[in-house]
Every structure is written in C-alpha cells, then in structure tokens.
C-alpha cells in the first residue's frame, strides 16, 4: 500500500465502511444472479465480485468506483463460455482452462491499455453508440430469462430462444412464474416503503423464505463451494495454444467492453463527486482485478453503475469503500453457502429482467425522432447488430458510421459558408471583443464558456471538464454563434452540464445560438424545460445588457423542481 492509498482511505472512515456495506447488500443478489446467467454458476459471480471488487477499487482510478460482474460483461462472458464448452466437447470442465485463459487475457489487455494511455480515447465514443450498444445489452439480459421465467432452462443463443419459445408455452411452470413476478413487483414496490434495504436484496430473501417453506415446484442454485476460493490456474495447462486467435479475439472483446462500461460509471462517480477520475489508472486497476477474478474462478467485471451511486449516496468516498464491499461479500461466502443454495432460479430471472429494464436507454429510444437522423440511424443498428449478431462488431460499425456521416456533415457545413459567406465563421478574436466592456460587477458573478464549432461526441469530455474545474459563480453564460451543428452527443452533453451547474445554483444563459442546435435542444425538450425562453438572447451584448439592469432572476425552487424532474425522467 502507498503513503497515498493510505491516507486517503482513512480519511472518512464511516461513510467508506456504510458506503461499502451497503454497495456489498446490492451487489449479493445481482452477483449470484450474474454468475447463474454466465454458465459458470451462481459463485463465479460471487468469486469475480469479490476480487474485483477489492483489487479495482485499491488500484484504480475512481475512488469511489464499486466493480464487479455487470449485465454486459456477463453477456459477453456467457458467449464466451458457451463457445469453449461446444469446441471442448460440452464438457465444463474441459473448456475451463480456455475460459480462464480469455478471462486473464483480458485482463492483461486491460492493463495495456492503461499503460499506453488508451482509456483517455472513450470520451470520443458517440452517444448513439452507446446507447444502441447499452439497449441492446437489456435487451439481451431480457431475452436471456424468459425460458428461467417459464421453469425452463434457457438455450445460449438469442435465434434459439425465439425458435423454441413455442415449443414450452404449453408446458409452463406456474410457481416459476409467479417467484419471478413477485420477485419484479417487489423490486419496483418496496421502495415505496423504504430504501433503507435494497429491494433486491428482499426480494431475494423473502421469496427464497416463501419457496422453500411452501415446497413450490421449482429448480434452485444448488450446492454451491463454501470457504475461500481455490487458484484455478492448473486448468491452464488444458488450453491448445496453437490457435491463438480463439483466445485472443474474444479476450480483447471483454477488455473493450469492460473499459467502456468501467469508464462510463467513472463519469458518473465523476459528476456525483466534482473530481476528476484517472481512465489510465482505472484500467489497471479493472485489468488487474479481472486478472484475479479469473485465478479464483470468477467472471470478469467492470464499474458497476448503480452500486457506485449507491457507495457515494451512503457516504463512500475513498477507495476504501470498494474494498469494504468485497470484503462484506466475502463474509458472506464463508458463511451463507448453506442457504444461498435454496434460492430459486425464477427469482434471479426476475432479479435479471430488472437489471435489463435498467440498462435500456429509455431516453435514447424516446428521443429518436427529435435527434439527428443519423445519430438514431446508427443507434437503431447498433441496437439491432449488438442483440442478433456481435457486439464488437456492433460498436466497431457504430463508430465508423459516427465518423463517416460527422465527416460529411462537416463538409456539407464548410460548403455552405463558402456559399454564403457568413461572418461567423471568421474573425475569433473579433468575435470576442464585446466582452471587455463587461462591469466588473458582473464580471465577478459570470463565467463565460466560448464554442468555436460544432459540438459533437469529440466535445463532451471538455464540457464535462469545464463542469468539475468552475468556480463558484452566478451566471454561467454559453456564447454560440459559432455552433452550426449538434448532435445527439452534444445534446446530452450541454443537458447534463445545464443540471450539474442548476444543481450547484447557477443560472445559464446562452447567446448567438444558431437554427440547428436551438431546434434540437426544443425537440428533446431542453430548451423550455431546462433554459427557459428568456435565458436566450439573441447577441452578447443584449445578455450582458440584461444582466446589469437586473433583469435576470430565475426562481431558484422552479428550477430545483425541474432539475429533480429531469434526473428523474432520465
């Protein structure tokens, strides 16, 4: 441990351990869950969230990070197993010691790309790709317990399960369905009553209680191993190292996917905290956690998103609360083995169709016909590629269609100022010369954000930067006569810095704003929802004019309204 860890760690003792245990509390059920859903059992779960949890969160770069299996990586994961297990006969044993070569494999890609300084590159991602990659994936996880929903086991491939759906509807387990149902309702309702527990957490043992003491006619776990986990690395020396590729691909799929899922959840702590995470030093972090999921046994990970926001909203605050949510999972390894084996599957399938609900971007989906139509275009295939066919291949097409219509938009905006030769594309220094004039009255109360073209995926990261770095001030004002275009990444981008700076009592005014981005900030809503009509003005001066007669005052508690509204919603 360095001077640093340690200090940091001991710094808020209380709101770690509480951040910790209670991240630990929602990480049990969905870890079991996750497990069950990889083809490795319910305890690769376990193993992959306890050494992840503990190694990711004293080496990373988001101190206040919780990792462990998550709902994409266990897609990924189960593919991966289910492919080794056909090529090795459907033996599991057999295929183990190439599970756990691709599993460790990634790792180490994951470490590389830390070292080479790649993880900086994810702030270019295009939104709609995420967000058609991010559906997709709840769409799968969906997909995946209909037959465990219905008393059955359920085939691998996405194609299987509808091809055989017909063949069980008429023999349906009606305990199984009612388990599932109630394990949904009472994940969704239980909040109501209080949030002092997670609802997952009862669900799962309420019902486990219920199953058991009824009798009902279901499939549970089973068996499972207690006490500390044993190295898996003698399995390695089944592996057939002369197709190398049937290693290597898959293994840089799950250390793509794990670093994309990893440094979105750190933006989020990001925003959450006011810091600033260290993507290069996260991925070490994840890479070597992953590592040490894989000799125990245990499914890779990532950052989990709802159990970092968990951590941080009960006080976590240091690396330490990452630890303490591993080493709470481990508690309960050494000692709930006995009763962990009576959980019914319907239950996690239940527990799994909500984490899928989750993940969809709802957003997204609703705002496709008020975005570019290029950015839905390319959400809409990723969405459809990530579910039918692969998931890399969905991002990797995703990207290249992102960058390829951003090419011609661009050129299309560059041919129409040589046409029409608009001012607003020469002359920086010109156009900012209205600013000396400004009081110093106001000057002291306004920070002024310049954009000098369109704002697109390649932009957010500086938005974001821009969010966490300022001071503390009144009046934000976003200057935008030179912004021809938006896209959906920009949207998003300029929505979630509005809330953050609202969130911290600022009023945001913009100025010069042009045809195209004003029309899609109205169509998603942003503009009067979140910028009332009178918080744009037509040129700086008239902003600044404005502000010196007094005539900007927002009420702060309809803004807090439509804030809370709009995180809600979103």
Not at 180 to 191: N, R, V
Not at 209 to 219: A, C, E, H, R, Y
Request: proline share 5%; hydrophobic share 50%; aromatic share 6%.
């Amino acid at each position: 441990m360095n001077d640093e860890n340690i200090s940091g760690a001991t710094s808020n003792l209380r709101g770690d351990f509480f951040g910790g245990l209670t991240a630990g509390v929602v990480a049990l059920p969905l870890a079991l869950a996750f497990g069950l859903q990889s083809g490795m059992g319910a305890i690769a779960g376990l193993y992959g969230a306890i050494a992840i949890g503990i190694i990711a969160a004293w080496f990373g770069g988001t101190p206040t990070q919780i990792s462990g299996p998550t709902g994409p990586m266990t897609v990924v994961s189960a593919v991966v197993i289910s492919t080794a297990i056909e090529a090795n006969g459907g033996d599991l044993e057999t295929a183990l010691g190439s599970i756990i070569a691709i599993f460790l494999l990634s790792g180490v890609f994951q470490i590389l790309l830390g070292i080479f300084k790649i993880g900086q590159y994810i702030r270019y991602m295009p939104y709609p790709v995420v967000s058609g990659f991010m559906s997709g994936i709840g769409v799968i996880i969906i997909v995946l317990q209909i037959f465990p929903f219905l008393g059955h086991s359920s085939p691998k491939k996405i194609l299987d399960i509808f091809s055989q759906l017909p063949s069980i509807i008429n023999d349906i387990n009606l305990d199984s369905v009612f388990l599932a149902i109630a394990t949904i309702a009472t994940i969704y309702l239980f909040p109501r009553l209080t949030k002092l527990i997670p609802s997952a957490l009862v669900a799962l043992i309420a019902l486990t209680v219920i199953s058991t003491v009824m009798g009902l006619d279901v499939k549970i776990i089973g068996d499972i191993p207690e006490g500390l986990p044993a190295l898996q690395l003698g399995s390695l020396s089944w592996v057939d190292f002369h197709h190398p590729m049937l290693l290597i691909i898959p293994a840089l799929t799950l250390a793509a996917l794990g670093t994309i899922d990893s440094l979105l959840t750190s933006i989020v702590a990001d925003n959450m905290t006011k810091t600033r995470h260290d993507s290069n030093k996260e991925l070490i972090g994840q890479g070597l956690g992953n590592i040490g999921a894989a000799m125990i046994g245990g499914i890779p990970g990532a950052g989990a998103t709802m159990r970092t926001v968990v951590n941080i909203n009960s006080g976590g605050k240091t690396r330490l609360s990452g630890v303490i949510h591993g080493l709470a999972l481990l508690i309960v390894l050494l000692g709930a083995g006995a009763y962990a084996k009576l959980i019914p599957l319907p239950v996690l399938a239940g527990i799994l169709i909500t984490v899928g609900i989750g993940i969809i971007d709802y957003k997204g989906l609703k705002h496709i016909p008020h975005v570019p139509k290029e950015d839905s275009i390319i959400m809409l295939i990723v969405l459809g590629m990530t579910v039918f066919v692969d998931l890399l291949q969905a991002v990797a097409v995703g990207m290249v269609m992102a960058s390829i219509l951003f090419m011609k938009k661009m050129s299309d905006i560059a041919e129409q100022r040589s046409y029409t030769g608009s001012v607003e594309g020469f002359a920086r220094e010109e156009a900012w010369d209205d600013e000396a004039g400004i009081s110093e009255k106001v000057r002291k109360q306004v920070y002024i954000k310049h954009f000098d073209g369109p704002i697109f995926f390649g932009f957010v990261n500086k938005l974001q930067d821009m969010v966490v770095s300022l001071p503390e001030i009144t009046v934000v004002i976003m200057r935008m006569p030179l912004v021809p275009y938006i896209d959906q990444s920009g949207i998003y981008a300029i929505e979630d810095a509005v809330i953050a700076l609202k969130e911290r009592g600022m009023v945001v005014l913009i100025t010069g704003i042009q045809e195209q981005p004003k029309d899609m900030l109205e169509n998603v809503g942003l503009i009067p929802n979140l910028i009332p009509e009178e918080h744009l003005f037509k040129d700086f001066p008239s902003c600044i004019k404005a502000l010196e007669a007094g005539e900007v005052k927002p009420d702060p508690n309809k803004d807090k309204e439509i804030v809370w509204n709009l995180i809600n919603m979103n």
